[in-house]
């Protein structure tokens, strides 16, 4: 976001949570969500055992969660009180380990569950250290987790490069759906140069399998009202926005009118 308000960037991919707090900041040049492209969260709750696994196991126990405020932990915290779960009351959360050790932490011992992204996930599972027990994603709803976003006055003085930015990741939405995790994998794996085909295969089947990827770029109204019930839950919302103000649907309309 530092990057697209500085005129560093035309679009930026980010959680659109940050164009939230922007338009709450009285920004005049505010920014405009036009493409959305993942809709759940990509974490999974880890524990220690193959457990069968229900959220009311939790009270009394230790989870490795996320950054204070950071979309991860605020979902992780929604989620639990869903399921009438106090967090830090009920149940402990340790909010201060680094997100890059979170996954040697639980290895090493600390806490009873971990909440983990990809590869973390994965390879804590397929080392036998750990077990997914939950997707964090599924549990919390369709959440615009991640999307394409650009200035106000960019859109309006650049819609073509929009559109046609919007066209292709409408085609590369329509790609992932219609291939398999294998033939994702291949494509993908010179961006994952350290991470084994296998595991590759793997994690890609299960963001597939849960509806990770939406199939169009067009942005609803009930994923920005679910985005805005976890802000407002976690303390973290100043005031709702209107969805008109910060959502665009122009060019995914128009993608999906036109590609095939």
């Given at each position: 976001?530092?990057?697209?308000?500085?005129?560093n960037?035309?679009?930026?991919?980010?959680?659109?949570?940050?164009?939230?707090?922007?338009?709450?900041?009285?920004?005049?040049?505010?920014?405009i969500?036009?493409?959305?492209?993942?809709?759940?969260?990509?974490n999974?709750?880890?524990?220690?055992?193959?457990?069968?696994?229900?959220?009311?196991?939790?009270?009394?126990?230790?989870?490795?969660?996320?950054?204070?405020?950071?979309m991860?932990?605020?979902?992780?915290?929604?989620?639990?009180?869903?399921?009438?779960?106090?967090?830090?009351?009920?149940?402990?959360?340790?909010?201060?380990?680094?997100?890059?050790?979170?996954?040697?932490?639980?290895?090493g011992?600390?806490?009873?569950?971990?909440?983990?992204?990809?590869?973390?996930?994965?390879?804590?599972?397929?080392?036998?250290?750990?077990?997914?027990?939950?997707?964090?994603?599924?549990?919390?709803?369709l959440?615009?987790?991640?999307?394409?976003?650009?200035?106000?006055?960019?859109?309006?003085?650049?819609?073509?490069?929009?559109?046609?930015?919007?066209?292709?990741?409408?085609?590369?939405?329509l790609?992932?759906?219609?291939?398999?995790?294998e033939?994702i994998?291949?494509v993908?794996?010179?961006?994952?140069?350290?991470?084994?085909m296998?595991l590759l295969?793997?994690?890609?089947?299960?963001?597939?399998d849960?509806?990770?990827?939406?199939?169009?770029?067009y942005?609803?109204?009930?994923?920005?009202?679910?985005?805005?019930?976890?802000?407002?839950?976690?303390?973290?919302?100043?005031?709702?926005?209107?969805?008109?103000?910060?959502?665009?649907?122009?060019?995914?309309?128009?993608?999906?009118?036109?590609?095939?």
């Amino acid at each position: 976001m530092t990057a697209l308000i500085s005129n560093n960037a035309d679009i930026a991919f980010m959680g659109p949570e940050a164009s939230i707090y922007v338009f709450n900041e009285g920004k005049e040049d505010y920014v405009i969500n036009f493409a959305q492209l993942t809709q759940r969260a990509g974490n999974f709750l880890i524990g220690r055992t193959d457990e069968k696994f229900n959220m009311e196991a939790l009270k009394g126990k230790t989870i490795i969660g996320g950054r204070p405020g950071g979309m991860p932990q605020m979902v992780l915290e929604y989620i639990l009180k869903k399921n009438n779960i106090k967090p830090f009351e009920d149940v402990e959360i340790i909010t201060n380990i680094d997100f890059t050790a979170t996954a040697g932490s639980f290895i090493g011992g600390t806490g009873d569950y971990t909440a983990e992204f990809e590869p973390s996930a994965s390879k804590i599972e397929n080392e036998g250290r750990g077990h997914v027990v939950a997707s964090l994603g599924i549990e919390s709803g369709l959440v615009p987790y991640t999307g394409y976003m650009a200035e106000k006055s960019y859109i309006k003085a650049n819609p073509e490069t929009i559109q046609q930015f919007t066209n292709a990741i409408y085609k590369s939405q329509l790609w992932v759906d219609e291939h398999t995790p294998e033939e994702i994998a291949e494509v993908i794996k010179p961006q994952f140069k350290d991470t084994d085909m296998e595991l590759l295969i793997q994690i890609v089947q299960r963001y597939k399998d849960q509806d990770t990827w939406r199939k169009d770029p067009y942005f609803e109204k009930a994923g920005l009202d679910l985005l805005q019930n976890i802000l407002d839950s976690a303390g973290e919302l100043d005031k709702r926005v209107e969805y008109d103000k910060i959502v665009t649907t122009e060019f995914a309309e128009e993608a999906i009118k036109n590609i095939e």
